[in-house]
């Protein structure tokens, strides 16, 4: 019977139904239907609605229903599953005695500029065994499960090297082939320029296109490449010049844009016609509605800006502009050693004015959407993934309500149950 379910009873069924990122005010737009039941056949949605129509059709199609699973979701909220399209899930070592670092005023680039941040990271990942980076893998997939999280996005970018950077990839597809969440690999070897190549970041980004990129579209390590647009990392020409040059290789585009400093990243975004640009925090107005346009999506990451201490991102503003916004989480050992969701949400909610609907909107669709996936997950439509949250309150919006804790009781992964709070601690 693994992946068929019903779910009925649904006191709000929060459908976010769309095969495509939404935008401005369509976030807004859930989709919500009360008293709502959805059906996984073999892993795929294929009934959604009221739970009386669905039952009644359900067996008049001649359904054997003792093939199914069922979950009364009475009382409770469903949705989609969410998306982390943003994360640096594989590293070895941590950077506790840097954040204690940040506490006393040392900026996230002093530390770098100083051998600290990424590049302690890369030392300790270049040394890592294949078996030690799935391990504590596993581990923060399994939390990262538990915050309702069904797909999540890992970048490399921990090695600066071919070896460690392939070894990072080939952990990733690992760890989607132990692990019930699916992982979406994404290439980032120009997440900083490493010490041997410092002052030649051009002959870097020569390496990566030479070198790794071949490989890494090669064998399919990856689906993605991205770039650290950055002052003192990458310019915006050397980035153009990695990402169109990924591109030609199969990998689709993504950048860190616009974090620390207005560089042109989100201009960039919009002009190669990357699937998404993160961060944004100093993005302009000319970018940003430049993305609009374009139809890049906006990934942003409020609890690094919480992390570092800096304004956030301006979430308002690029829904109002038209834009499409994502949020994720950004974990990783630095600027963001947290994997919560609900964290995420409290913060956009309280920090960048988006309402409970948005929110869900960015953790799911337009979640699916910055991975290039909407046409498969993100949403409660037949046909799709059936991937679902069921919540253990009766509304979505108690999800940035109970702040900084997770209301998620149980996660479906393709019609199965993989994971409930219930269950915990027996």
């Given at each position: 019977?693994?992946g068929?379910?019903?779910?009925?009873?649904?006191?709000?069924?929060?459908?976010?139904?769309?095969?495509?990122?939404?935008?401005?005010?369509?976030?807004s737009?859930?989709?919500?239907i009360?008293?709502?039941?959805?059906?996984?056949?073999?892993?795929?949605?294929?009934?959604?609605?009221?739970?009386a129509e669905?039952?009644?059709d359900?067996e008049?199609?001649?359904?054997?229903?003792?093939l199914f699973?069922?979950?009364?979701a009475?009382?409770?909220?469903?949705l989609?599953?969410?998306?982390?399209?943003?994360?640096?899930l594989?590293?070895?070592?941590?950077?506790?005695?840097?954040?204690?670092?940040?506490?006393?005023g040392d900026?996230?680039?002093?530390?770098?500029?100083?051998?600290?941040?990424?590049?302690?990271t890369?030392?300790?990942?270049?040394?890592?065994s294949?078996?030690?980076?799935?391990d504590?893998g596993?581990?923060?997939?399994?939390?990262?499960?538990?915050?309702?999280v069904?797909?999540?996005e890992?970048k490399?970018?921990?090695?600066?090297d071919?070896?460690?950077?392939?070894?990072?990839?080939?952990?990733?597809?690992?760890?989607?082939?132990?692990?019930?969440?699916?992982?979406?690999?994404?290439?980032?070897?120009?997440?900083a320029?490493?010490p041997?190549?410092?002052g030649?970041?051009?002959?870097?980004i020569?390496?990566?296109?030479?070198?790794?990129?071949?490989?890494?579209?090669?064998?399919?390590?990856?689906?993605?490449?991205?770039?650290?647009?950055?002052?003192?990392?990458?310019?915006?020409?050397?980035?153009?010049?990695?990402?169109?040059?990924?591109?030609?290789?199969?990998?689709?585009p993504?950048?860190h844009?616009?974090e620390?400093?207005?560089?042109?990243?989100a201009?960039?975004g919009?002009?190669?016609?990357?699937?998404?640009?993160d961060?944004?925090?100093?993005?302009?107005?000319?970018g940003?509605?430049?993305?609009?346009?374009?139809?890049v999506?906006?990934t942003?990451?409020?609890?690094?800006?919480f992390s570092l201490?800096?304004p956030?991102?301006r979430?308002?503003?690029?829904?109002?502009?038209?834009?499409?916004?994502?949020?994720a989480?950004?974990f990783?050992?630095g600027?963001?050693?947290?994997?919560s969701?609900?964290?995420?949400?409290?913060?956009?909610?309280?920090?960048?004015?988006?309402?409970?609907?948005?929110?869900?909107?960015?953790?799911?669709?337009?979640?699916?959407?910055?991975?290039?996936?909407?046409q498969?997950?993100?949403?409660?439509?037949?046909?799709k993934?059936?991937?679902?949250?069921?919540l253990?309150?009766?509304?979505?919006?108690?999800?940035?309500y109970?702040l900084?804790?997770?209301?998620?009781?149980?996660v479906?992964?393709?019609?199965t149950?993989?994971?409930?709070?219930?269950?915990?601690g027996?």
């Open positions: 019977m693994s068929n379910l019903i779910i009925k009873n649904a006191s709000e069924l929060v459908t976010c139904s769309a095969f495509a990122a939404k935008r401005g005010r369509a976030m737009n859930l989709g919500i009360a008293d709502g039941a959805v059906v996984i056949e073999q892993g795929r949605i294929s009934r959604v609605g009221p739970t669905v039952m009644t359900l008049a199609s001649g359904g054997d229903l003792s699973e069922t979950i009364d009475s009382g409770k909220a469903v989609p599953g969410f998306v982390d399209s943003h994360t640096h594989v590293f070895g070592g941590d950077r506790a005695e840097e954040y204690a670092w940040r506490l006393k900026s996230y680039m002093d530390i770098l500029q100083r051998g600290g941040g990424i590049l302690s890369v030392a300790a990942t270049r040394s890592a294949f078996q030690e980076l799935t504590a596993l581990k923060r997939l399994d939390s990262m499960l538990s915050f309702g069904t797909t999540v890992g490399s970018g921990y090695g600066l071919r070896a460690t950077e392939i070894k990072q990839l080939e952990v990733m597809a690992d760890l989607n082939r132990l692990h019930p969440l699916d992982v979406v690999p994404t290439f980032m070897g120009a997440h320029v490493p041997e190549y410092k030649r970041e051009d002959d870097y020569d390496f990566l296109l030479k070198e790794v990129v071949p490989e890494v579209a090669g064998r399919q390590l990856a689906e993605f490449c991205d770039v650290f647009c950055e002052k003192n990392v990458f310019s915006v020409e050397q980035s153009r010049r990695l990402l169109t040059g990924a591109a030609q290789s199969g990998l689709k993504k950048l844009a616009d620390i400093v207005r560089l042109g990243g201009e960039l919009a002009e190669i016609g990357a699937v998404s640009a961060h944004l925090l100093n993005a302009s107005d000319e940003l509605r430049a993305m609009a346009t374009a139809g999506v906006a942003l990451l409020p609890a690094t800006a201490r800096e956030y991102a979430g308002r503003f690029m829904i109002d502009a038209g834009c499409a916004v994502a949020l989480t950004d990783n050992p600027s963001c050693f947290s994997e969701v609900p964290l995420v949400a409290a913060l956009a909610a309280l920090y960048m004015n988006l309402s409970p609907e948005e929110i869900v909107t960015a953790l799911t669709i337009n979640g699916a959407a910055a991975l290039d996936r909407a498969m997950i993100g949403s409660i439509d037949p046909g993934q059936g991937d679902v949250v069921i253990e309150n009766p509304s979505y919006r108690f999800i940035p109970h900084g804790v997770s209301t998620v009781e149980k479906i992964k393709r019609g149950l993989v994971f409930n709070k219930l269950d915990q027996e």
